[in-house]
C-alpha cells in the first residue's frame, strides 16, 4: 500500500509512489506541484512540513516550496505521533521499534507476546491516530496448520489492551484506520474487512463486497463513520480481463436484531483503470484512490 495524506486544509495531497518518491499535487485542480525522494511518513497538523524516509535517511520538506529542512529545526508539537514515527520489527523475535523521528526519547521497543507453543512472526504493524495504540498482527504454523492473530497494544506501557480477530492468510493483511471515529479497519482473507471500535476493544461491523471480490483496501468516511469505500475487482467473461473498482457502502443497519447481515447498500460503484492501492476520504467527502 502506498500512503496517501491531505492537508489539514485540503489544498494539498501527498502521496508516496512506485517510484520511491512523494508526489506534492495542488487540489481542487489536480495539479503536479513536485515530487521529493522517499516515502511519506506524515503531515504536520498545519500543514506547513510533511516526512518522508528513504533507504538511508528520514527527512523533513516544506510543502508549499517542497525545500528541505532540518528535522531539529521542528517543533514536535506540530505533529501527532503517529504522523512522526517510523515502526521497524524483528519479525522472527516478535520485536517493535517505534522511533519517534523528532522526540528520539520517547522512541519504544515493544515486546509482542505469544504462545510460547508457537513459533510466529510479524507481518503488519501500524500506529493508531489516537497515538496510544498500535496495531499488530502475526502468523505462524501448528502442526501443519496455518494460523493468524493480531493485538492492539498499548505504546506507553507496551501492554496488550486487547485481541483481533484475524482470519488465516498468506499474504500481509492491510490495516486502515479513521482517526475521526477512533475506528480500525481490517482486511481478512475470506473478502471481507473487520471494523473494530478501538475505545471500547470489540468488533462492530464485518463488510463483504457485492458481485466482486475485495482486494483489502479499504477507507471510512470522516463525517459519516457507517460510510465504508472498498477496492474491488473482478473478471470480464467478454474480454477476460481484470476490472476494477470501488463501492461506496452505507453500513449503518448492517447489524440487524443482533445479527450481522451479509452485505451494507450500495451508495455507489466506481469504475476504475488499475489495481487500487489506497484509498482516503477528504473532510469534504471526496476521496481518493490510487492505483497502479
Same mark, same amino acid.
Given at each position: 500500500?502506498?500512503?496517501?495524506?491531505?492537508?489539514?486544509?485540503?489544498?494539498?495531497?501527498?502521496?508516496?509512489?512506485?517510484?520511491?518518491?512523494?508526489?506534492?499535487?495542488?487540489?481542487?485542480?489536480?495539479?503536479?506541484?513536485?515530487?521529493?525522494?522517499?516515502?511519506?511518513?506524515?503531515?504536520?497538523?498545519?500543514?506547513?512540513?510533511?516526512?518522508?524516509?528513504?533507504?538511508?535517511?528520514?527527512?523533513?520538506?516544506?510543502?508549499?516550496?517542497?525545500?528541505?529542512?532540518?528535522?531539529?529545526?521542528?517543533?514536535?508539537?506540530?505533529?501527532?505521533?503517529?504522523?512522526?514515527?517510523?515502526?521497524? &520489527?524483528?519479525?522472527?523475535?516478535?520485536?517493535? =521499534?517505534? @522511533?519517534? /523521528? %523528532?522526540?528520539?526519547?520517547?522512541?519504544? *521497543?515493544?515486546?509482542?507476546?505469544?504462545?510460547?507453543?508457537?513459533?510466529?512472526?510479524?507481518?503488519?504493524?501500524?500506529?493508531?491516530?489516537?497515538?496510544?495504540?498500535?496495531?499488530?498482527?502475526?502468523?505462524?504454523?501448528?502442526?501443519?496448520?496455518?494460523?493468524?492473530?493480531?493485538?492492539?497494544?498499548?505504546?506507553?506501557?507496551?501492554?496488550?489492551?486487547?485481541?483481533?480477530?484475524?482470519?488465516?492468510?498468506?499474504?500481509?493483511?492491510?490495516?486502515?484506520?479513521?482517526?475521526?471515529?477512533?475506528?480500525?479497519?481490517?482486511?481478512?482473507?475470506?473478502?471481507?474487512?473487520?471494523?473494530?471500535?478501538?475505545?471500547?476493544?470489540?468488533?462492530?461491523?464485518?463488510?463483504?463486497?457485492?458481485?466482486?471480490?475485495? &482486494?483489502?483496501?479499504?477507507?471510512?468516511?470522516? =463525517?459519516? @463513520?457507517? /460510510? %465504508?469505500?472498498?477496492?474491488?475487482?473482478? *473478471?470480464?467473461?467478454?474480454?477476460?480481463?481484470?476490472?476494477?473498482?470501488?463501492?461506496?457502502?452505507?453500513?449503518?443497519?448492517?447489524?440487524?436484531?443482533?445479527?450481522?447481515?451479509?452485505?451494507?447498500?450500495?451508495?455507489?460503484?466506481?469504475?476504475?483503470?488499475?489495481?487500487?492501492?489506497?484509498?482516503?476520504?477528504?473532510?469534504?467527502?471526496?476521496?481518493?484512490?490510487?492505483?497502479?
Amino acid at each position: 500500500m502506498r500512503k496517501l495524506a491531505f492537508t489539514p486544509d485540503g489544498a494539498t495531497l501527498l502521496h508516496s509512489t512506485q517510484s520511491k518518491n512523494v508526489a506534492v499535487w495542488a487540489i481542487p485542480d489536480y495539479r503536479l506541484r513536485y515530487t521529493c525522494p522517499g516515502s511519506l511518513i506524515g503531515v504536520s497538523r498545519n500543514g506547513q512540513t510533511f516526512l518522508t524516509k528513504s533507504k538511508d535517511a528520514c527527512d523533513a520538506w516544506e510543502t508549499a516550496t517542497g525545500k528541505r529542512c532540518a528535522l531539529d529545526e521542528l517543533n514536535p508539537k506540530d505533529y501527532d505521533l503517529h504522523q512522526r514515527t517510523v515502526t521497524s &520489527a524483528d519479525e522472527l523475535k516478535m520485536i517493535l =521499534q517505534v @522511533q519517534d /523521528l %523528532l522526540v528520539p526519547a520517547l522512541s519504544t *521497543t515493544i515486546y509482542v507476546n505469544y504462545p510460547k507453543d508457537c513459533h510466529p512472526r510479524l507481518d503488519a504493524w501500524a500506529v493508531a491516530p489516537n497515538n496510544q495504540d498500535i496495531v499488530v498482527t502475526y502468523c505462524g504454523d501448528v502442526g501443519g496448520h496455518d494460523w493468524a492473530h493480531g493485538q492492539c497494544i498499548d505504546i506507553a506501557r507496551s501492554k496488550k489492551r486487547f485481541e483481533l480477530e484475524v482470519d488465516r492468510f498468506q499474504g500481509e493483511p492491510v490495516i486502515n484506520f479513521s482517526a475521526e471515529h477512533n475506528l480500525l479497519v481490517m482486511s481478512s482473507d475470506d473478502g471481507s474487512c473487520k471494523v473494530y471500535d478501538l475505545l471500547r476493544g470489540i468488533a462492530i461491523r464485518q463488510v463483504w463486497v457485492e458481485e466482486a471480490h475485495f &482486494a483489502h483496501v479499504a477507507a471510512v468516511s470522516p =463525517q459519516n @463513520q457507517w /460510510l %465504508l469505500a472498498l477496492s474491488t475487482w473482478e *473478471t470480464s467473461k467478454e474480454s477476460r480481463s481484470m476490472l476494477f473498482s470501488i463501492q461506496l457502502q452505507n453500513t449503518a443497519k448492517l447489524i440487524r436484531d443482533g445479527a450481522i447481515v451479509q452485505h451494507g447498500k450500495v451508495e455507489r460503484v466506481i469504475r476504475e483503470t488499475g489495481w487500487i492501492e489506497s484509498l482516503l476520504f477528504s473532510d469534504s467527502n471526496g476521496f481518493c484512490g490510487l492505483g497502479c
